[in-house]
């Protein structure tokens, strides 16, 4: 239970390769795992939570079958609860503090979450009520986890809540990031629409500062939260890196999220540049697409990666290969303009760094080719920094400065959450974390525009 | 958001669900954190004249591995003084005064005490009265407790004597030590009580160290017998509760209680005749927190019937509830093994062969794979093989359509014109 098996791959037919692979566990093996979780009190797997949610409670509403209660408790605390069921890094968070870790082993806390979850979705439940209208309206900048979990508790509070999504779909990385047999779009889409059922208005394909300006924002809402995520994968810098065949890991996965998948790959060799989360996404989904040969380079060593250990063994079980200390310096073309192999230097580790992690330096004369019909970037992600300038927010790089408790920025009017905060070296850019900074930013709001509590619903 | 107050013989309280007398409701501290926690009403912990206790008190009884199956003690009554508990309990009705706060009273045999204790205790505020006639140990030997509770004259006469005085609801709280707990519930309805509680505690040793030969718990190595409770008691509780809710004489509420751990028994309860119920183990298990789930899960379950009030769904069940001799002869069903399920344990062959009537067959089919069948002209539908099944949904029972019309034994004997039933002259 709770670990993700590589299954084989099928030629025939990619996309059941893009079905999710954990099944999830069976009603018997929920209620015996429900039963088995002590009911702690002071549990400290909720003080591993980000979001906070009351789990030692809604597993034992799992094992008194109100599983109504028990997917309310989860997504009253993370509105987007079902994601993180099948996201989060659970052995570093709730399933780590679990107290059995000391006796006998781990509640499978992040697979019972699931468990509750999907009961709701299964069975569409709506588990949320807008509360009684105060008058106020608020614009969210951005509908990815952090934009959703701001406008789903600004609604329970009572605010006019509208959402500006520069996709065709809300979900932000949700929906288009996270690989989807890790995480299937429809659980993303039915946490979308437990928010728009809160009254939110979504206006998808709409980007601000292109169709809506900021002073647009600023005259017609109270308040804006601006939750704009990430951009793009960053350019290597090297010789070759606009030959055909070189990919943008992010656009990478959401091509596989965005109707068929494409054979282009079958039989081919690729090399993932990277080794965060994005680029066990991208290497896993190219084995997936049919690749004869996936690689991953990575200028640094196991230890200093920053996947998961899950998602490490997950990518070997895949066929995955690792080549630490490998930097790439060129790629090469053929007479098409087609990528046909990287040159790599061997790297060894010298003094830390600003972030602690140990820099990587060149071995000299250690220059290597690798053959390569496809290159897949995914080296971290740009910043929106035109975007943050039109707002006129202060910014460290394209990191918005926010006040760390309330998100609000140096705009008093504009409040930040998600990853367009998340600066380097500042812990791991998780969809639970920016989960809790929209709810933070959504109350920050509350507290400032109505300053007597209100109950939510 | 269905309406989960309740009303007990005039008792009323926000929730179905209260503390039953015992240690979690021994002083104002632990009542008023778990009316912070939510717990509709509590039984306040048996007072009278302050009592010695023991150490140890407690022993729980596992099973496979499950903590608390069973629960066994030998605390007595409050060992803190009258005026104490008094204090607490006015303090605390202060502060929650929309809970229902019960004093649970034990006191000797004699209409002065009760007369006494009555007025004292009506003085600080109480919503209702409970009459201690069950504890099973240490009182019963001073004549208390189970000892007058086993006896349905002293019930009767005893609850005369409250209710001379009493201006509250009066509950009498029965013992399950007695061959037919409604013998001792239709004396107390005949005293005047205003409702009946049951159970109280079962007779019971939890066990026996197998190392030092002193029981299970003991007191510096010698035991006496404790009172039984916790899940393992439920079927034995739901079963008093159903009998005194389907016995015409007996027509006054009751409080439900034995191995309630959840909103689903809290449900059973009620069903079978409860008007709310009270909860001890659980809480003694898990903590005050607990009732959150049991409020939220019968909320939910209420919701989802279409039932606006917990009110309607008291003794549901109660005409489900009969005799064996009203029960069809003829209606027959069998088991049917979905060998696409089935992970071929075995389990429900062996204990149809060596235990039942010997009507699953262990097979092969054309492929070569090993499959379980049942016979169903032989299979006499008695449940066991879907009993001891594993999996759920690997057997089935179904209804057999034998062609015959409905028959009862009752109805039988008077066709063929015998008595209708046993007749045994029962001496009341």
């Known amino acids: 239970m709770g670990q993700l098996k590589s299954k084989g791959i099928s030629l025939e037919n990619l996309s059941l390769n893009f079905e999710e692979v954990h099944q999830g566990l069976s009603g018997a093996e929920a209620v015996e795992e429900a039963n088995r979780c002590l009911y702690c009190y002071d549990a400290p797997c909720i003080k591993a939570c980000p979001t906070d949610i009351d789990i030692p409670k809604f597993i034992k509403k799992i094992a008194s079958g109100n599983l109504k209660g028990s997917a309310t408790t989860i997504m009253s605390s993370n509105p987007v609860g079902a994601t993180c069921a099948r996201v989060c890094p659970t052995e570093e968070l709730c399933e780590g503090a679990c107290v059995l870790n000391h006796s006998t082993k781990p509640i499978v806390i992040g697979d019972l979450q699931r468990f509750a979850t999907d009961w709701a979705i299964r069975n569409e439940q709506l588990l949320f009520k807008p509360g009684e209208r105060n008058g106020k309206k608020i614009a969210v900048v951005g509908g990815g986890p952090a934009g959703l979990s701001a406008a789903r508790e600004l609604a329970r509070f009572g605010y006019d809540v509208t959402i500006f999504e520069a996709e065709e779909k809300a979900g932000g990385l949700d929906t288009y990031g996270i690989v989807s047999f890790r995480l299937p779009q429809e659980i993303s889409y039915w946490e979308v629409e437990q928010v728009e059922k809160m009254d939110v208005e979504i206006r998808t394909n709409t980007k601000v500062g292109e169709d809506i300006s900021y002073e647009e924002l600023k005259n017609n809402y109270d308040s804006i939260v601006l939750a704009i995520g990430m951009g793009s994968v960053p350019v290597l810098g090297i010789e070759g890196e606009n030959l055909e065949g070189i990919h943008d890991a992010i656009e990478f996965v959401k091509s596989t999220k965005s109707g068929e998948i494409t054979q282009e790959l079958i039989g081919k060799k690729v090399v993932v540049v990277g080794a965060g989360n994005t680029a066990i996404d991208a290497a896993t989904c190219s084995v997936r697409k049919g690749a004869s040969n996936v690689k991953i380079v990575y200028r640094r060593t196991a230890n200093e990666m920053t996947a998961y250990d899950f998602e490490y063994d997950f990518a070997k079980q895949d066929g995955v290969e690792f080549n630490w200390l490998t930097q790439p310096i060129r790629i090469t073309g053929d007479d098409s303009g087609k990528v046909s192999e990287l040159t790599c230097v061997k790297m060894e580790l010298g003094e830390p760094g600003s972030d602690g992690r140990r820099r990587p330096v060149p071995v000299e004369g250690s220059d290597f080719t690798i053959e390569a019909d496809a290159i897949i970037k995914a080296i971290g992600q740009t910043r929106h920094l035109s975007l943050i300038e039109h707002f006129g927010l202060e910014h460290e790089g394209g990191v918005v400065k926010v006040n760390p408790e309330s998100r609000q920025t140096s705009n008093p009017d504009v409040y930040s959450c998600g990853d367009v905060i998340f600066g380097k070296g500042k812990g791991d850019a998780m969809v639970v974390t920016a989960a809790q900074q929209g709810k933070e930013a959504a109350l920050a709001i509350h507290k400032r525009l109505s300053p007597a509590p209100t109950a939510t619903a | ?428």
């Open chain 2, 1 to 428: 958001m269905a309406d989960l107050r309740l009303n007990l013989a005039g008792i009323e309280s926000p929730n179905p669900f209260w503390l039953a007398s015992a240690p979690p409701t021994n002083s104002g501290y632990q009542v008023q954190r778990a009316f912070e926690a939510g717990w509709g009403g509590a039984v306040w912990k048996t007072l009278g004249d302050p009592i010695l206790n023991v150490t140890s008190r407690f022993a729980g009884v596992s099973y496979n591995g499950q903590n608390m199956a069973g629960f066994n003690n030998i605390e007595l009554i409050t060992d803190r003084p009258l005026e104490v508990n008094l204090k607490e309990i006015y303090e605390t009705k202060k502060r929650f005064p929309n809970h229902a706060i019960i004093a649970s009273l034990m006191v000797e045999p004699s209409q002065e005490k009760w007369h006494e204790i009555v007025k004292r205790v009506e003085e600080v505020g109480v919503d209702g009265l409970e009459l201690n006639f069950g504890c099973p140990h240490g009182m019963a030997e001073r004549g208390m407790g189970a000892a007058s509770g086993q006896v349905p004259e002293l019930v009767e006469k005893q609850t005369m004597w409250v209710k001379e005085a009493a201006e509250t609801p009066v509950i009498v709280k029965l013992t399950p030590n007695i061959t037919d707990i409604t013998f001792t519930a239709e004396a107390a309805v005949q005293g005047g009580a205003d409702a009946v509680s049951m159970i109280n505690t079962i007779n019971s040793l939890a066990g026996v160290d197998l190392d030092t030969w002193d029981t299970v718990p003991n007191v510096a190595g010698k035991g006496a017998h404790g009172g039984y409770c916790g899940p393992a008691v439920k079927p034995i509780a739901l079963n008093m509760v159903a009998e005194c809710a389907r016995h015409p004489k007996i027509n006054v509420p009751i409080s439900g209680m034995g191995g309630v751990s959840s909103w689903r028994e809290a449900v059973e309860f009620m069903l079978m005749g409860a008007t709310g119920v009270q909860v001890c183990t659980a809480a003694m298990h898990h903590g005050f927190s607990i009732v959150e789930d049991m409020k939220d899960g019968l909320n939910n379950y209420l919701d989802e019937k279409g039932i606006s009030s917990v009110m309607d769904i008291v003794g549901k069940s109660v005409e489900k509830y009969s005799d064996w001799g009203n029960l069809d002869l003829n209606h027959q069903i069998v088991a049917k093994i979905n060998n696409d399920v089935c992970i071929n344990c075995n389990k429900c062959h062996i204990a149809c062969e060596d235990t039942s009537h010997q009507c699953i067959d262990m097979l092969v089919d054309e492929n070569g794979n090993d499959i379980l069948r049942v016979r169903e002209e032989d299979c006499v539908g008695c449940n066991l093989c879907s009993i001891v099944c594993p999996v759920d949904g690997a057997i089935e029972m179904i209804d057999y359509d034998n062609g015959q019309p409905p028959m009862t034994w009752n109805e039988r004997q008077s066709a063929i014109g015998a008595a209708p039933s046993c007749d045994v002259k029962l001496v009341k």
